[in-house]
């Protein structure tokens, strides 16, 4: 089933989203921004995910995306910190590893979309044991493949296209396994026959 894109603007169809790294990262490696533009008004990312973005080498991409005023850097308060810390350690037990720090985005990325319940209408996130604890909050997820798969609902992408920008993600090191792929490739030929 593709992803319901509850709350979008009237006009537009668009809607405003919170995201992590991930998606944005898959965004960038399958040469997909147009997705990004034709389905959200604006992406907040905290200041972790923008640091992320750019050690991946994706700094033209984000800064081309500032400029079109569809990326919004949003700094976490000091206040928001202790909650930051308390998901990262969580994100890290619930994936079994010892260091939380490496979880810091994905857990700004939670805290920053319970500050705008009311204003985006879902969070961006790949990362399986931060998404996990998302769900337990209640917040709407999607990712990546969400993404993809609204387009082939839309008839904007082929499933065929649509494999071929998870595998491009693959050979530049991002985790999407095999069964993922021909899940997804499956979901996608079905929505374009109906």
């Known amino acids: ?19 992590n790294t991930g998606p944005l990262i898959s965004a960038f490696q399958s040469g997909r921004i147009d ?11 905290p200041e972790s995910v923008l640091i992320e973005l750019q050690a991946h080498g994706a700094g033209n991409f984000v800064q081309q995306l500032i400029a079109e005023e569809l990326l919004v850097v949003e700094a976490i308060g000091p206040e928001e910190s202790t909650k930051v810390e308390q998901l990262a350690r969580q994100i ?11 979880h810091q985005a994905e857990a700004e990325a939670i805290v920053l979309m ?6 985006a209408t879902q969070l961006l996130l790949e990362e399986k044991a931060a998404r996990k604890i998302a769900q337990s909050l209640q917040i709407p997820l999607t990712g990546f493949v969400g993404i993809l798969l609204q387009a082939c609902h ?9 494999r071929a920008a998870l595998l491009m993600c693959r050979q530049q090191g991002t985790h999407y396994g095999e069964s993922l792929i021909a899940e997804t490739f499956r979901r996608c030929k079905e929505v374009r026959r109906k």
């Open 1 to 19: 089933m593709p992803v319901e894109y509850q709350h979008a603007d009237k006009v537009t169809g668009k809607i405003v989203v919170v995201s």
């Open 35 to 45: 997705l990004l533009r034709r389905y959200f008004s604006a992406i907040y990312i």
């Open 92 to 102: 890290a037990a619930s994936a079994r590893v010892k260091d939380h720090a490496g």
């Open 114 to 119: 319970s500050r705008m319940t009311g204003e």
């Open 154 to 162: 839309d008839a904007v992408l082929t499933a065929e296209e649509m």
